[in-house]
Structure formats: structure tokens, C-alpha cells
């Protein structure tokens, strides 16, 4: 007499049916858990919930909540091209192209902007989402500023300075939730924020020299 397996007990066999469609369903649910929760409150449990799938899959997938943030910290590169783009064109408006460009990655599209948030958040309980955020702010920054601007003794301080000043923004309009930042609307933010960064990244002595320049 043959033996026969229920369809549920075969289902229960090894990973279920389109892997690759569940880890893309762990995955953003991850994105999403971390970057709503931050590192240190997101559980695996809570994520399986969220992907509506077995905590005991999840770990099928990723071995280790640190695993499965690295895998989910992935921004996708049309949010570099957004950055480079903005260092390109004159020094003129430089500072609001770069407010304008790193807030629209932040606020606009949940592909980068919750990637995004998960390492600010988890930044803060987890040295790999420090690392990972360092290197997309400071190192994408000072990568985009050397392409397109002539380099000088203190680019690398100048661009970490500019990055610590967009951080600081978009800490206290998404994390700590300023009213007085939460209630602007984003132009008004660029305009006021933007001469700051530019004067920043463009020094006074390489600004009187362009316009000295443009106007011979």
C-alpha cells in the first residue's frame, strides 16, 4: 500500500513555493519594520507577521536579524544618480540642488527612503547601520563633490560637515518630529537650507572668483 503525503504536510517540506517571490516578501517587510521601528525594537517574529509567513522561514532565508538587515539596506542606485546629478552645472544653486536632491530621496520614494531610514534608526543601536549610513552620506557625498569640483585641503571636512547638517534635518523632520520642521513644506525647507550648504561646499574664495570670472 503506497503511502500518500497531504498537500499540507508537502508544503511543510523545506522552503514553500517561490522562494525567491517569500524572500522578496521578507524583505520588505523588513525594510518597512525597520525603518518604522528601528534595529534594537524589530524582532524576526514581527516580521514574519508582517510578511505573513513562519518566523522559522525567515531564518530558512537569513540567519540572524543582522543578516537581514544587510540584506535590506539596499538603496537603489537611481537614488545615487539623484546625488550625482545635483553636484553637476555651476556652483550657483549648488547648495539647493543638494537640499533638493537628498530630500526628495528621503521623502519621496518608500524604494529609498525606507531603506534609508531603517539605517538611521538602526544606526543608532547598530555599528553596521552606522557604517552603512556613513558610507551612503558622507563617502556618496564626497565621491560626487570630488567628480565635479575641483578638490581642495578640506572637501573631506566641508562634505562631513554638509552631511552631519542633512542628517540633522532629516532627524528632527522624521524621527524626533519637530513641528516647526514637520509643518513646512519641503521648498521652504531647500531655501532656507540651501545658502547654508552652499556656503559650505562652495568657499568664499572660489564663489568671489567665480563671479570675478563670469563677469570679465
Aim: charged share 20%; proline share 4%.
Amino acid at each position: 500500500m503506497t503511502a500518500h503525503t497531504s498537500p499540507a504536510a508537502t508544503a511543510r517540506l523545506g522552503r514553500r513555493p517561490g522562494a525567491n517571490t517569500t524572500r522578496q516578501a521578507i524583505l520588505a517587510a523588513a525594510r518597512a519594520r525597520f525603518a518604522a521601528d528601528g534595529f534594537t525594537a524589530t524582532t524576526i517574529r514581527r516580521v514574519a507577521a508582517d510578511a505573513g509567513v513562519d518566523a522559522s522561514l525567515v531564518m530558512q532565508f537569513f540567519r540572524s536579524k543582522n543578516e537581514l538587515f544587510a540584506a535590506v539596506m539596499s538603496v537603489p542606485a537611481d537614488a545615487l544618480t539623484r546625488f550625482s546629478a545635483a553636484f553637476e552645472g555651476a556652483d550657483d544653486g549648488l547648495g539647493e540642488r543638494v537640499v533638493r536632491a537628498f530630500l526628495a530621496v528621503w521623502e519621496e520614494d518608500a524604494r529609498s527612503s525606507e531603506p534609508l531610514m531603517a539605517m538611521l534608526r538602526g544606526a543608532i543601536a547598530n555599528d553596521q547601520a552606522n557604517e552603512q549610513l556613513r558610507e551612503f552620506l558622507q563617502e556618496r557625498l564626497l565621491v560626487d563633490a570630488s567628480a565635479s569640483r575641483p578638490a581642495d585641503a578640506e572637501l573631506t571636512l566641508r562634505v562631513g560637515v554638509v552631511s552631519s547638517m542633512l542628517v540633522g534635518l532629516v532627524v528632527g523632520r522624521r524621527v524626533v518630529g519637530v513641528p516647526t520642521l514637520t509643518g513646512v513644506e519641503r521648498e521652504r525647507l531647500i531655501a532656507l537650507v540651501g545658502p547654508a550648504v552652499q556656503s559650505v561646499l562652495v568657499p568664499a574664495q572660489r564663489a568671489t572668483a567665480h563671479g570675478e570670472g563670469a563677469g570679465r
